[in-house]
């Protein structure tokens, strides 16, 4: 039997979409594991559970590993649990090893990160009086902070620059493109491919991303190793890679939300989520280097295949 030998108990939830979540990256992240010479067997000692937390169902008389993130503190009771049960923990960022160790659990940290054969560094040129993108990736979730949108884009920008913001989200309905305000806000829910999405992302301007809280921030990382101007906060899992050198960094407050259970999450203001568009729009040449230092950041330290590989040898030291 070969040695890189484990049990897979990923996840598929088809309904967010082949390029959201725990299912693009289980499957990109199982694929490249394949291709480092793994192998895949039901009855192997060490099982690998790539899901979220209160997907975790453990088997016995296996070494059970969890892959999973949350995205705000406290966690929910189920997600205690499965971290409490699991026998091995693994997550992708070091904010939530840190709140793991506050509640008396250890966790490995790799890191999850973009797909390196797909996506690669686009310089964004900008003459002024051209139109100017900015884009937001990612679900209609009040966590992802959409919501923050369109009233910092209207406070932002005069119906006279030309200046436009699509949203590339998902839905449970039937998918489509649309008009969202003011003439220069869109709306897209069209299903995309994987080389559709890095090319919004290589022609974006800027990637803004209002979030209150990420388990990892896939898309920030991905629309950074493209080249595409990222504004986001740096907080819980967004921290590990994005800093004032890296991304042009959105200040928050502290709010109670309730997302699983209550807690207090980092809330981007829209006046200060307002005030970076309008930077990054006025001053987009001067932040060259910063676009080039993301995308090099990621691209060399934030890969799926590095996760691949070091998740691979943490599971081989299992046995």
């Known amino acids: 039997m070969n040695s890189k030998t484990f049990a897979w108990a990923g996840f598929i939830y088809a309904g967010l979409g082949d390029n959201f979540g725990y299912t693009y990256h289980s499957q990109k992240v199982q694929a490249d594991m394949e291709a480092q010479g793994v192998t895949w067997d039901d009855e192997a000692r060490v099982a690998l559970h790539w899901v979220p937390p209160h997907f975790f169902k453990p088997i016995p008389d296996r070494v059970n590993v969890l892959y999973s ?14 971290f409490k049960t699991a026998d ?16 008396g659990v250890k966790a490995e ?32 979730s009040p966590r992802k902070g959409w919501d923050l949108l369109m009233p910092a884009f209207a406070e932002a920008f005069t119906p006279a620059e030309p200046v436009a913001l699509t949203i590339k989200t998902t839905t449970t309905g039937k998918p489509f493109f649309g008009e969202a305000g003011h003439g220069r ?3 897209d829910s069209r299903p995309y491919t994987s080389p559709a999405l890095v090319q919004l992302y290589q022609q974006a ?5 209002p979030s209150r809280g990420e388990g990892f921030g896939a898309t920030a990382a991905e629309a950074m190793a493209c080249g595409s101007l ?3 906060p740096a907080h819980t899992g967004l921290r590990d890679f994005i800093n004032s050198k890296t991304a042009m960094v ?22 200060g989520l307002a005030q970076a568009m309008r930077r990054a729009y006025e001053d987009y040449a001067g932040t060259a280097d910063t676009r080039r230092r993301g ?10 295949a590095q996760t691949a590989r070091r998740l691979t040898d943490y599971l081989e030291a299992l046995k």
Not at 88 to 103: E, G, I, K, S
Not at 295 to 304: E, G, K, P, V, Y
């Open 69 to 82: 993130m949350f995205e705000t503190w406290p966690v929910p009771p189920e997600f205690r649990q499965a």
């Open 88 to 103: 091995h923990v693994v997550v992708p960022c070091q904010w939530n090893a840190d709140r793991l160790a506050d509640m």
């Open 109 to 140: 940290v790799i890191s999850l990160g973009v797909d390196d054969a797909l996506m690669s560094y686009a310089d964004h040129g900008y003459a002024p009086g051209e139109a100017f993108h900015f884009i937001y990736v990612g679900a209609p």
């Open 185 to 187: 806000v869109f709306v």
């Open 205 to 209: 301007h800027v990637t803004v991303l």
């Open 230 to 232: 990222v504004l986001a």
């Open 250 to 271: 959105l200040p928050t407050r502290q709010i109670k939300a309730t997302f699983g259970c209550e807690c207090m999450v980092p809330e981007p203001t829209v006046t």
């Open 295 to 304: 995308a090099n950041l990621i691209l060399s330290r934030f890969t799926l």
